[in-house]
C-alpha cells in the first residue's frame, strides 16, 4: 500500500466519468462531490498483497500525521498513480472500506471520495507540509526511485513546485520500485527543466572540477551555484557543447531516498554544512553517470528525455546569500517542451540583446556604472533628461490629483527601524553607520519618515485621504552577483506616495489610483497585468487585520472590473498588496507598480485622526508607486523602444544639419528659435560630409534631423529628415516649431 498525505486548507472534488466498468452506479449524493476544509487528504493506492496487518501500519502513521497537524478531518482518496502494481478492483474496494474503518475510528467524519471514478479536484495546501509526504506498506521496501513517474507529472496539478534546495524534498517520494522508461511528453517541463540542471551539474563536474552546491526554481528558469573559478561566455558555450553530449548519450537517472549519515557520505564539506541544517530525515540525491547530486527534483527517466534546454546567463552569489561567505558562481539555465519553443526564445534574446540598456545606455550616453561604486548609477546629462521628464509627468499628475510632496532625511535613528519592523524583517538588506556614537541606518524605504511627517501635529477627518509623495532615494545592500545594470542597484529612486485614509475612504483610494495608474501606463504605450499576493510567512501583526486588507483590496478590483490572479504568501511583511506588471515591446513583462494596504504601521506609531464625533481614530496607510523605481524602470524603457524614445522623451528633440559652413548662422538662428520655444536641439557644424552628420544622428536615434542648404536659408525653411528615413522638403520653420511643440506637448508615442 502506498499514501500520500496532504495537510489541505481545502479539497474539492467532483467524479467525471467511470474508470472502470466493474465499477456501481453513483448516487445523486455520490454525484455532487465533496468539499471539505482543514483536511488530511490520505491519496490511497492499494497494492497486490496488501493485509490487515499492512493497513493497520499505514492507519497508525495516518493517525500520528493527524494529530500533528490538527486537522479538522479526513478524505480518504483512492488514487491509482501512486502505484504500478494495484490489486484488483474488488480486492481494492474491500481494502478501501476496510482502511476508512478503520480511520473512523480516531477520526469519525472521516469519508472516502468515490472509487473507480475519474475526478477533477482541486486543493490549497498548508504552508507547512509534512516533512515526509508520502510513504510505503508492505511488501515493497524503500530503495532508489527511478525518477519520470506518473506522479511528477501530478506534482505540477497539485501546485507542487520545487523550491530551494535545502528545504522539504519534492511533493512526491516514491520508495517503490522503478517504473519503465517514459516519453518526453509524459514528463512536466518543470521535470525537464530539473533535468537539464543535473546535466549541467554534471558537465560543471567534468570540465571545471565544481560541485553543485544550490539550485532554485521560478516559474521555467532555474540557477545553479557552483564552487569554481569565475566563468565567462566561452566556458558557458563549452558547457553547453559538454551538455549536448551528455544529453545525447540518454544517460539513466536515479534518485535515491537517504537518510542524512547515508546522504552526507555523497556531500562535500558546504553540502554537509546544508544538510545539518534540513530538517528532513530524508534526503533525495540524483545518480546521473555514476555521480551523485544534490539538486530540486522532479526528474525525467534519463537526460534524453529532455527536450531542449539554453543556459541563459551567469554571475556571481555566495554560499547562504551571504557575503561574508564563500564566493560562488551562479549559471542559469531554461528548457523547452518544444524545439520550435527553443528557436523562438534564441530570436527573442537576440533581439534583447539589441536592446540591452547597458550598452544602449553607452551609446547615446545616458549612464555610466564604475568599480569605485559597485551597484551605483552614475546619470550623464541625456540620462538626466529622462529621468527629470519622468519626475515632471509624476508631478502634473499630482497637481490634478491633491498630491502633497515631501522630502524626508536619507539616514535615520536605528530606534525608528526598530519601530517600524524593518530591524526585525530587513536588517540584513539595510546599511548602517553611526552618528556621535549613536546606531543609524541608511533608508531602504521611505514609509517611516513619512510617517514622521504624518505626527508633526494632530490630524483631522477633513484633512483625509492626505497624499503625500516623496521622490526618495533608498539603499538597499544587494548581493554583488544579482547586480545588473538599471535593473538590480543598491540605490535607487522610489516614486513613493503614502495616502492616509479613513476605513471608509479605501475603496475610493484604490479605485483613483487603478485611474491614475492606467493614466501614466498609457502614456508609454503599456499594458499590464494585476496581481493580488496575500500575507507572507514572514508577518507582522493581527491575522484579522490581515484578513480585512485582503478583502478590501479584492473588492476595490472587482468593483473596477480588473482581472487579477492570487499570489499568496508574496505580500509585503506589513500588509497585503496589488501588483501591476508591465508588458514591453518584446512580450516581456516587468514587475513596476503597486499598492499596499497597511493596517500595522498606524499601530506600531500610534498613528490617529480626530474623527466628526470628536474621538481619535486610527487611520490606514497606503503606500504606492507607479514607475516602483525610477532606475528600473528607465532601463525598461530604454529596452522597450530600444532607445528610439518618443519625441517628448529624447534627451535629443532635434538637430540642425548646415550643408555648408555659409548656412551654419541659418542654422543657428533656427535652432535658437526652437530652444526658446522649449525644445531640446543643438546644432552641427561641424566640418565634414552631410552623410556622416545623418548617420551620428541616427545612432543618437534623435527623433527629428533639420538640414538647412541656400535654397532653405533663402525661402526661410527646412528639410525635415526623421530617423527612419523619411524626408519632407521645404516645411516653414514655423509651421515645424508648431507642430514639433503639439507633438511633445501632446506626448505621442510616435513622430508625427
Given at each position: 500500500m502506498r499514501i500520500l498525505e496532504l495537510h489541505c486548507d481545502y479539497v474539492k472534488y467532483k467524479p467525471k466519468q467511470k474508470a472502470l466498468k466493474t465499477v456501481a452506479d453513483l448516487t445523486d449524493e455520490e454525484k455532487k462531490g465533496l468539499h471539505l476544509e482543514n483536511v488530511l487528504v490520505v491519496f490511497s493506492s492499494f497494492e497486490?498483497?496488501?493485509t490487515e496487518a499492512v493497513l493497520d501500519e499505514a492507519v497508525a502513521a495516518v493517525q500520528k500525521n493527524f494529530g500533528e497537524v490538527k486537522a479538522s478531518t479526513i478524505l480518504?482518496?483512492?488514487?491509482?498513480?501512486?502505484?504500478?502494481?494495484?490489486?484488483?478492483?474488488?480486492?481494492?474496494?474491500?481494502?478501501?472500506?476496510?482502511?476508512?474503518?478503520?480511520?473512523r475510528a480516531f477520526c469519525p467524519t472521516a469519508q472516502k471520495s468515490v472509487f473507480g471514478y475519474y475526478k477533477e479536484f482541486e486543493l490549497k495546501c498548508k504552508g507547512h507540509p509534512l516533512a515526509e509526504l508520502s510513504k510505503t506498506f508492505g511488501s515493497a521496501s524503500a530503495g532508489s526511485l527511478q525518477a519520470g513517474t506518473a506522479l511528477e507529472k501530478k506534482v505540477a496539478e497539485l501546485g507542487g513546485k520545487s523550491g530551494g534546495l535545502f528545504t522539504a524534498p519534492p511533493l512526491f517520494v516514491d520508495y517503490g520500485t522503478a517504473t519503465p522508461k517514459t516519453t518526453k511528453a509524459s514528463h512536466s517541463l518543470e521535470a525537464q527543466r530539473n533535468t537539464a540542471a543535473l546535466l549541467l551539474a554534471h558537465?560543471?563536474?567534468?570540465?571545471?572540477?565544481?560541485?553543485?552546491?544550490?539550485g532554485f526554481g521560478k516559474d521555467n528558469e532555474l540557477y545553479v551555484d557552483f564552487d569554481v573559478k569565475p566563468v565567462n561566455a566561452d566556458v558557458l558555450k563549452q558547457l553547453e557543447s559538454r551538455m549536448e553530449a551528455l544529453h545525447s548519450k540518454d544517460l539513466p537517472i536515479k534518485v535515491h531516498a537517504l537518510d542524512k549519515n547515508a546522504a552526507a557520505k555523497h556531500l562535500n564539506a558546504l553540502q554537509q554544512d546544508a544538510l545539518n541544517e534540513t530538517a528532513a530525515e530524508k534526503v533525495l540525491l540524483a545518480e546521473l553517470d555514476g555521480q551523485w547530486f544534490w539538486l530540486p527534483g522532479p526528474f525525467c527517466a534519463s537526460t534524453g528525455t529532455v527536450e531542449s534546454f539554453v543556459l541563459t546567463r551567469?554571475?556571481?552569489?555566495?554560499?547562504k546569500n551571504n557575503s561574508a561567505n564563500k564566493a560562488l558562481q551562479r549559471i542559469h539555465l531554461t528548457a523547452f517542451s518544444k524545439a520550435s519553443e527553443k528557436a523562438a526564445f534564441l530570436t527573442l534574446q537576440k533581439e534583447a540583446e539589441g536592446r540591452d540598456h547597458r550598452s544602449l545606455g553607452k551609446q547615446l550616453d545616458l549612464f555610466s556604472i564604475h568599480e569605485e561604486g559597485v551597484g551605483f548609477i552614475f546619470y550623464h546629462p541625456n540620462g538626466m533628461v529622462l529621468f527629470k521628464e519622468l519626475e515632471k509627468l509624476l508631478r502634473e499628475q499630482y497637481e490634478k490629483r491633491d498630491y502633497l510632496e515631501i522630502k524626508t532625511p536619507m539616514i535615520l535613528n536605528e530606534d525608528l527601524w526598530h519601530r517600524s519592523g524593518h530591524w526585525d524583517h530587513y536588517q540584513e538588506n539595510m546599511y548602517f553607520t553611526q552618528i556621535d556614537g549613536v546606531p543609524h541606518a541608511v533608508k531602504p524605504m521611505n514609509c517611516p519618515g513619512s510617517i514622521l511627517v504624518y505626527k508633526t501635529r494632530p490630524r483631522s477627518y477633513r484633512e483625509l485621504p492626505l497624499r503625500l509623495a516623496e521622490n526618495g532615494i533608498d539603499h538597499r545592500h544587494e548581493l554583488s552577483g544579482v547586480l545588473s545594470g538599471l535593473f538590480r542597484v543598491r540605490a535607487f529612486t522610489q516614486d513613493d506616495a503614502h495616502l492616509y485614509v479613513t476605513s471608509e475612504q479605501i475603496l475610493d483610494e484604490v479605485t483613483r489610483f487603478l485611474e491614475f495608474l492606467d493614466v501614466m501606463y498609457s502614456t508609454f504605450g503599456f499594458s499590464y497585468?494585476?496581481?493580488?499576493?496575500?500575507?507572507?510567512?514572514?508577518?507582522?501583526?493581527?491575522?484579522?487585520?490581515?484578513?480585512?486588507?485582503e478583502a478590501s483590496l479584492k473588492e476595490a478590483l472587482r468593483k473596477n472590473k480588473k482581472e487579477f490572479k492570487v499570489n499568496e504568501g508574496d505580500g509585503a511583511f506589513y500588509g497585503p498588496k496589488i501588483d501591476f506588471r508591465i508588458k514591453d515591446a518584446l512580450g516581456r513583462s516587468w514587475q513596476c507598480g503597486t499598492i499596499q494596504l497597511d493596517f500595522q504601521m498606524p499601530e506600531r506609531f500610534d498613528l490617529h485622526y480626530e474623527g466628526s464625533d470628536g474621538k481619535r481614530h486610527r487611520p490606514v496607510m497606503l503606500h504606492r508607486v507607479i514607475y516602483g523605481s525610477f532606475e528600473r524602470f528607465l532601463g525598461i524603457l530604454i529596452e522597450h523602444f530600444a532607445g528610439s524614445f518618443p519625441t517628448w522623451l529624447a534627451p535629443l528633440q532635434a538637430v540642425v544639419l548646415p550643408l555648408t559652413d555659409n548656412e551654419n548662422d541659418y542654422a543657428e538662428e533656427v535652432a535658437a528659435q526652437l530652444k526658446a520655444a522649449g525644445v531640446r536641439v543643438k546644432t552641427d557644424v561641424r566640418s565634414g560630409k552631410l552623410e556622416g552628420k545623418i548617420r551620428d544622428a541616427q545612432l543618437q536615434k534623435i527623433p527629428y534631423m533639420l538640414v538647412v542648404g541656400q535654397k532653405e536659408r533663402d525661402a526661410g525653411t527646412v528639410?525635415?529628415?526623421?530617423?527612419?528615413?523619411?524626408?519632407?522638403?521645404?516645411?516653414?520653420?514655423?509651421?515645424f516649431e508648431k507642430a514639433l511643440l503639439d507633438e511633445i506637448r501632446e506626448r505621442r508615442l510616435y513622430d508625427a
Amino acid at each position: 500500500m502506498r499514501i500520500l498525505e496532504l495537510h489541505c486548507d481545502y479539497v474539492k472534488y467532483k467524479p467525471k466519468q467511470k474508470a472502470l466498468k466493474t465499477v456501481a452506479d453513483l448516487t445523486d449524493e455520490e454525484k455532487k462531490g465533496l468539499h471539505l476544509e482543514n483536511v488530511l487528504v490520505v491519496f490511497s493506492s492499494f497494492e497486490s498483497g496488501d493485509t490487515e496487518a499492512v493497513l493497520d501500519e499505514a492507519v497508525a502513521a495516518v493517525q500520528k500525521n493527524f494529530g500533528e497537524v490538527k486537522a479538522s478531518t479526513i478524505l480518504v482518496y483512492p488514487y491509482a498513480h501512486l502505484s504500478s502494481s494495484l490489486a484488483k478492483p474488488a480486492a481494492a474496494v474491500n481494502l478501501l472500506d476496510s482502511f476508512l474503518q478503520k480511520v473512523r475510528a480516531f477520526c469519525p467524519t472521516a469519508q472516502k471520495s468515490v472509487f473507480g471514478y475519474y475526478k477533477e479536484f482541486e486543493l490549497k495546501c498548508k504552508g507547512h507540509p509534512l516533512a515526509e509526504l508520502s510513504k510505503t506498506f508492505g511488501s515493497a521496501s524503500a530503495g532508489s526511485l527511478q525518477a519520470g513517474t506518473a506522479l511528477e507529472k501530478k506534482v505540477a496539478e497539485l501546485g507542487g513546485k520545487s523550491g530551494g534546495l535545502f528545504t522539504a524534498p519534492p511533493l512526491f517520494v516514491d520508495y517503490g520500485t522503478a517504473t519503465p522508461k517514459t516519453t518526453k511528453a509524459s514528463h512536466s517541463l518543470e521535470a525537464q527543466r530539473n533535468t537539464a540542471a543535473l546535466l549541467l551539474a554534471h558537465a560543471v563536474k567534468l570540465e571545471l572540477g565544481g560541485t553543485a552546491l544550490c539550485g532554485f526554481g521560478k516559474d521555467n528558469e532555474l540557477y545553479v551555484d557552483f564552487d569554481v573559478k569565475p566563468v565567462n561566455a566561452d566556458v558557458l558555450k563549452q558547457l553547453e557543447s559538454r551538455m549536448e553530449a551528455l544529453h545525447s548519450k540518454d544517460l539513466p537517472i536515479k534518485v535515491h531516498a537517504l537518510d542524512k549519515n547515508a546522504a552526507a557520505k555523497h556531500l562535500n564539506a558546504l553540502q554537509q554544512d546544508a544538510l545539518n541544517e534540513t530538517a528532513a530525515e530524508k534526503v533525495l540525491l540524483a545518480e546521473l553517470d555514476g555521480q551523485w547530486f544534490w539538486l530540486p527534483g522532479p526528474f525525467c527517466a534519463s537526460t534524453g528525455t529532455v527536450e531542449s534546454f539554453v543556459l541563459t546567463r551567469f554571475g556571481g552569489s555566495y554560499w547562504k546569500n551571504n557575503s561574508a561567505n564563500k564566493a560562488l558562481q551562479r549559471i542559469h539555465l531554461t528548457a523547452f517542451s518544444k524545439a520550435s519553443e527553443k528557436a523562438a526564445f534564441l530570436t527573442l534574446q537576440k533581439e534583447a540583446e539589441g536592446r540591452d540598456h547597458r550598452s544602449l545606455g553607452k551609446q547615446l550616453d545616458l549612464f555610466s556604472i564604475h568599480e569605485e561604486g559597485v551597484g551605483f548609477i552614475f546619470y550623464h546629462p541625456n540620462g538626466m533628461v529622462l529621468f527629470k521628464e519622468l519626475e515632471k509627468l509624476l508631478r502634473e499628475q499630482y497637481e490634478k490629483r491633491d498630491y502633497l510632496e515631501i522630502k524626508t532625511p536619507m539616514i535615520l535613528n536605528e530606534d525608528l527601524w526598530h519601530r517600524s519592523g524593518h530591524w526585525d524583517h530587513y536588517q540584513e538588506n539595510m546599511y548602517f553607520t553611526q552618528i556621535d556614537g549613536v546606531p543609524h541606518a541608511v533608508k531602504p524605504m521611505n514609509c517611516p519618515g513619512s510617517i514622521l511627517v504624518y505626527k508633526t501635529r494632530p490630524r483631522s477627518y477633513r484633512e483625509l485621504p492626505l497624499r503625500l509623495a516623496e521622490n526618495g532615494i533608498d539603499h538597499r545592500h544587494e548581493l554583488s552577483g544579482v547586480l545588473s545594470g538599471l535593473f538590480r542597484v543598491r540605490a535607487f529612486t522610489q516614486d513613493d506616495a503614502h495616502l492616509y485614509v479613513t476605513s471608509e475612504q479605501i475603496l475610493d483610494e484604490v479605485t483613483r489610483f487603478l485611474e491614475f495608474l492606467d493614466v501614466m501606463y498609457s502614456t508609454f504605450g503599456f499594458s499590464y497585468d494585476v496581481a493580488l499576493s496575500t500575507r507572507p510567512q514572514k508577518a507582522m501583526g493581527d491575522l484579522a487585520l490581515w484578513e480585512k486588507a485582503e478583502a478590501s483590496l479584492k473588492e476595490a478590483l472587482r468593483k473596477n472590473k480588473k482581472e487579477f490572479k492570487v499570489n499568496e504568501g508574496d505580500g509585503a511583511f506589513y500588509g497585503p498588496k496589488i501588483d501591476f506588471r508591465i508588458k514591453d515591446a518584446l512580450g516581456r513583462s516587468w514587475q513596476c507598480g503597486t499598492i499596499q494596504l497597511d493596517f500595522q504601521m498606524p499601530e506600531r506609531f500610534d498613528l490617529h485622526y480626530e474623527g466628526s464625533d470628536g474621538k481619535r481614530h486610527r487611520p490606514v496607510m497606503l503606500h504606492r508607486v507607479i514607475y516602483g523605481s525610477f532606475e528600473r524602470f528607465l532601463g525598461i524603457l530604454i529596452e522597450h523602444f530600444a532607445g528610439s524614445f518618443p519625441t517628448w522623451l529624447a534627451p535629443l528633440q532635434a538637430v540642425v544639419l548646415p550643408l555648408t559652413d555659409n548656412e551654419n548662422d541659418y542654422a543657428e538662428e533656427v535652432a535658437a528659435q526652437l530652444k526658446a520655444a522649449g525644445v531640446r536641439v543643438k546644432t552641427d557644424v561641424r566640418s565634414g560630409k552631410l552623410e556622416g552628420k545623418i548617420r551620428d544622428a541616427q545612432l543618437q536615434k534623435i527623433p527629428y534631423m533639420l538640414v538647412v542648404g541656400q535654397k532653405e536659408r533663402d525661402a526661410g525653411t527646412v528639410s525635415v529628415r526623421k530617423r527612419d528615413g523619411s524626408i519632407q522638403h521645404g516645411v516653414k520653420a514655423s509651421e515645424f516649431e508648431k507642430a514639433l511643440l503639439d507633438e511633445i506637448r501632446e506626448r505621442r508615442l510616435y513622430d508625427a
